[in-house]
């Protein structure tokens, strides 16, 4: 996996231009029941994923923290909002939480998260593959081939299939 993960943003760049095509041609014209398609492609991806044996996400991004996402951890945390904000968050060039550190702070050394059962909406819902109105999160989907396997390999099969 770490020979994989280093080649990937190589690959990601070579694959650009082609992937950029796909999601063009689809937002020109969607195939029918196109949530469904990328629902098949998620459920296939992750016959071979596992993200524990990753979690470049974790080491290379930070989530979007929301206001509930901040209430739910601080209180597993045992700590009062202000306090979880003040200790773990900063606000982005858009206003939005983001984590002040990367690598997360709860990612532990065996790439398993700590606050797993509570960790941001962001998180349970990465890489996004299985979404409603998947149509519109493509151009997320094209960035994130830089940084999860999953969704590279993703877009490597929608392009097959396009």
């Given at each position: 996996m770490k020979n994989r993960l280093k080649q990937l943003p190589e690959q990601a760049n070579l694959k650009r231009k082609i992937f950029r095509k796909t999601i063009q041609k689809i937002k020109k014209r969607p195939p029918k029941q196109f949530?469904?398609?990328m629902a098949d492609i998620h459920?296939?991806?992750f016959e071979n994923?596992?993200?524990l044996t990753c979690?470049?996400?974790?080491?290379?991004t930070s989530p979007i923290i929301t206001e509930k996402d901040i209430?739910?951890?601080a209180k597993f945390l045992k700590l009062k909002p202000?306090?979880?904000?003040?200790?773990y968050l900063q606000k982005d060039t858009d206003g939005l939480w983001m984590m002040q550190q990367i690598p997360c702070v709860f990612l532990a050394s065996d790439n398993y998260c700590i606050i797993y059962e509570v960790r941001p909406k962001a998180c349970r819902e990465y890489p996004h593959l299985d979404?409603?109105?998947n149509k519109q999160l493509l151009d997320l989907h094209l960035k994130n081939t830089k940084i999860c396997p999953a969704?590279?390999?993703a877009l490597e099969i929608l392009t097959e299939k396009m």
């Open positions: 949530d469904y398609i459920e296939q991806v994923t596992d993200c979690a470049n996400c974790c080491k290379t209430e739910r951890i202000k306090q979880f904000i003040t200790r979404r409603k109105k969704v590279y390999d």
